[in-house]
């Protein structure tokens, strides 16, 4: 395969707007045509975040249609619900199964979606789900960055026969020099994760 | 380079050699001044305007000067600045003149789905609509050479796909621009007063737009491809241009059969002026052309004129038949229903939408303030005082505006009743208070919508006489697209070529009585002092002032943070459901406060009525 469309939800402050924009910037480098576009809305800390990304097509709007992203990639356990449609049959979803609840939840005025209610969406659609452990591995006594060890696991997906996790580490290395020693293993512990 | 759509138009700019760039905030189109005022650039001014209409005046006059001029907004934007657009579109420009607008097919923003396209056609005005980001970066450039050329402004618009998209794009070198500038006295063309004076700046400007016809095609920017004789057409403009091959593509999977290069298509760069000899080209090949455009039937009301003219039965599928909505975005599964419908195919079940169901497992995410917003206070000051002056929060109108102001409207607070345009929130509470309406009225607006559009109608309402309350609540900052700066923005916090505007002293200037000055983290002083206003006569205005959190924590302004003492707290959980505060959080049945999140603002401090919450020291 030498095009990915992935489809990205996470909640504003998890930091995944940095994620793609680390595997866009890795693609251009690598000479692969990458266009992505983030739906941030009025989202700012605690908001529903999405974005699109589409690699290794040239010409092709950033927009992908429902049922036909190759893959989806979810940082909150109740965001996932909303990449469920736009997943194409046998296509692979990503999950770091991390749970921000919104206020109505912590207060018991709504409900908040359980994990095992994904899986049987996934099922139901013939999804690939892999989830990752949320409790992320300690550097030093802190555990590692959230989204440098999704990029890690990412490079072990269908990404990283497009993009070479080489790539995402001197992405990673060049925009962070002073964090390389623990971004370097959050990734490679991510990397190891799927 | 990874660029934006909005940051290949700043590029774009420079590289041809822009003197002087304008514009209000306002998503999606913000980056474009985002970009540059992070750059020095000698010889060339970047501004934030106070509204779209100075920012188009103030561009329009460079390009009088003949400079090329850059003035960037969103749709609503250019509902402001129209009022003088038009204006300068009679009178033409010198330098190129080039409007950056940036529509929001599907309302991602939360504003009008307007399509700006109808301006260009109703002011003669050429509007180019880039496709992508290396587009936007071409098309700007193109746009100064056709300005310069017709000797009138153009438009580039842009939507929020393509204005948000990032992509690669090889960025050229700065051009310098020219330190001349020209001055003309010629009241035929800068002036509109009497009746031949206009009708031949109008007749000019039509020409002109006929002049644009013939650069446009010259250059080729519409590019038709024709297929199959009597076969079926594709006419799309801007965005969609990248979806119709997809589209084919997406429609040959779910049973329909289209060979390759038989459709003939038309990929528009923009709507007005209509690519007239290319519509004829296709119409007169076709047998039946689907036409891709969001929002408004521009290019199909026009190919079935053409059409008409040329006495041609097609079929022209699009918006007039009911193939297509116009509201929400397009993407590839959508533009593919009129292939479907070309083909006799039916649509597959959930292929446009994808099965809705999943989606609505998802816990709800109303947007709230940030954790330490002075908003908040000013919330739960006016839900307190209403309580106090003993009404009911259905009695009291409190009207709200554009901005993070607007936030009240949401849980937990449900306090903000209105949101129209910018400004909005003054006149419409003094309309209730002048239709009658018995019961206070209370009015909520930011600082930078107060300077943008507040002020005639605070004047109008002195004038009138209205008994209404009005609370600025005056974080210092543009906020809600991306914290730009405004005229009360202080200097401190700024620098260059900035001189702050105090809020306080444009009020004593408007004859306010009744002048009242609070800190929205004071929520106990700031419901006294929202009573006591509530029960003056005339127009009484709080002045609530308190810096953003955001920029506050950005410059290191944070001293303390808010604590909870386990053995004091009961998990009543009044904190999280009076605040909402997102650094407020239940874990292991505990409440918590995210240390690195809390600002120490204190409004949890005094929502907890078991003195559980403490200060921190940093």
Not at chain 1, 38 to 67: F, L, N
Not at chain 2, 402 to 422: D, K, Q, R, S, Y
Not at chain 2, 572 to 582: E, F, N, V
Request: proline share 5%; with cysteine; charged share 20%.
């Amino acid at each position: 395969m030498n095009k990915l469309d992935i489809y990205f939800v996470s909640v504003g402050g998890q930091g995944a707007l940095t994620v793609c924009a680390v595997i866009a910037e890795a693609a251009a480098d690598f000479g692969v045509p990458v266009v992505h576009v983030a739906t941030k809305g009025m989202a700012q800390r605690g908001g529903a975040v999405c974005e699109q990304m589409r690699i290794g097509r040239e010409d092709v709007s950033p927009v992908i249609s429902p049922g036909k992203a190759d893959m989806a990639v979810s940082m909150e356990i109740s965001e996932s619900f909303k990449a469920i449609r736009f997943l194409k049959p046998g296509g692979t979803f990503v999950l770091l199964p991390l749970i921000w609840r919104p206020a109505a939840v912590m207060l018991g005025k709504a409900a908040y979606p359980a994990l095992e209610e994904l899986r049987e969406e996934a099922e139901k659609n013939r999804i690939k789900l892999l989830v990752l452990n949320p409790s992320l591995p300690l550097f030093g006594a802190k555990p590692v960055k959230e989204n440098i060890y999704l990029l890690g696991a990412l490079s072990s997906t269908e990404l990283g026969s497009i993009i070479p996790a080489e790539s995402l580490r001197n992405c990673i290395r060049r925009k962070w020099p002073k964090a390389e020693d623990a971004n370097m293993f959050a990734f490679n512990e991510g990397a190891a994760a799927l | 380079m990874m660029v934006s759509g909005n940051e290949a138009i700043a590029y774009g700019a420079l590289h041809a050699g822009v003197k002087l760039v304008s514009g209000y905030p306002g998503t999606p189109s913000s980056e474009v001044i985002g970009c540059l005022m992070n750059m020095e650039l000698e010889g060339t001014h970047v501004e934030w305007s106070v509204n779209e209409k100075v920012a188009v005046e103030t561009a329009a006059a460079a390009g009088w000067a003949g400079h090329r001029a850059l003035c960037t907004m969103k749709m609503s934007g250019l509902n402001v600045a129209y009022d003088a657009l038009i204006g300068f579109a009679y009178s033409g420009t010198t330098g190129g003149l080039v409007i950056y607008v940036t529509d929001d097919p599907g309302a991602t923003t939360g504003m009008c789905e307007q399509d700006s396209r109808g301006f260009a056609l109703m002011s003669d005005m050429v509007m180019l609509e880039p496709d992508s980001v290396k587009q936007s970066y071409e098309m700007i450039q193109t746009a100064f050479e056709i300005s310069e050329s017709i000797g009138s402004p153009v438009f580039v618009r842009s939507v929020t796909n393509v204005a948000q998209a990032h992509a690669p794009l090889e960025i050229e070198k700065r051009a310098m621009p020219s330190s001349k500038t020209v001055l003309i006295r010629d009241i035929q063309r800068f002036t509109k007063a009497g009746s031949v004076i206009a009708t031949n700046q109008h007749k000019r400007l039509i020409a002109s737009l006929e002049k644009a016809s013939a650069i446009i095609e010259q250059k080729g920017l519409n590019i038709l491809k024709l297929g199959e004789k009597d076969g079926l057409g594709i006419v799309s403009v801007g965005s969609l241009n990248k979806i119709a091959e997809e589209a084919v593509e997406l429609a040959n999977e779910n049973g329909c059969c289209f060979e390759p290069g038989s459709i003939s298509t038309l990929r528009l760069a923009c709507t007005i002026p209509y690519a007239h000899s290319e519509m004829d080209r296709i119409i007169g090949h076709c047998s039946a052309v689907i036409v891709l455009e969001e929002l408004e039937p521009y290019v199909e009301r026009e190919i079935i004129v053409r059409a008409f003219r040329a006495n041609k039965n097609i079929r022209v599928i699009g918006k007039l038949d009911g193939t297509y909505p116009r509201s929400g975005e397009y993407n590839a599964a959508v533009a593919a229903v009129g292939l479907f419908a070309y083909s006799n195919v039916p649509v597959p079940e959930h292929f446009v939408t994808g099965d809705p169901l999943p989606a609505q497992k998802c816990a709800a995410r109303p947007i709230t303030c940030c954790a330490g917003c002075p908003h908040r206070g000013t919330y739960l000051s006016i839900k307190q005082a209403i309580k106090e002056e003993g009404f009911k929060p259905e009695d009291v109108l409190v009207t709200g505006d554009v901005g993070c102001t607007i936030l009240g409207m949401n849980p937990p607070f449900h306090i903000l009743w209105t949101e129209t345009a910018m400004g909005s929130s003054i006149p419409t509470a003094a309309g209730y208070k002048l239709s009658g309406l018995e019961t206070p009225v209370i009015a909520t607006i930011g600082d930078s919508t107060f300077f943008h559009a507040g002020i005639p109608p605070l004047i109008n309402a002195v004038q009138h006489e209205v008994d209404m309350t009005v609370i600025i609540m005056d974080n210092g900052w543009t906020a809600m697209t991306g914290m730009q700066v405004n005229p009360g923005t202080e200097q401190a916090n700024e620098g260059k070529q900035h001189r702050r505007i105090d809020i306080y002293n444009v009020l004593e200037g408007l004859d306010i009585e009744n002048i009242y000055v609070t800190d929205p983290y004071d929520t106990g002083g700031m419901t006294k002092t929202l009573r006591e206003a509530l029960n003056q006569k005339g127009v009484k205005v709080v002045l609530a002032r308190r810096e953003c959190a955001i920029q506050a924590a950005r410059r290191g302004a944070r001293h303390s943070y808010a604590a909870i003492n386990k053995d004091l707290c009961t998990k009543c959980k009044r904190c999280i459901s009076m605040t909402g505060c997102p650094a407020i959080a239940v874990a292991d049945g505990m409440v918590t406060i995210d240390r690195e999140l809390c600002n120490g603002c204190s409004i949890c401090f005094n929502a907890c009525p078991f003195k559980a919450v403490e200060r921190k020291l940093l």
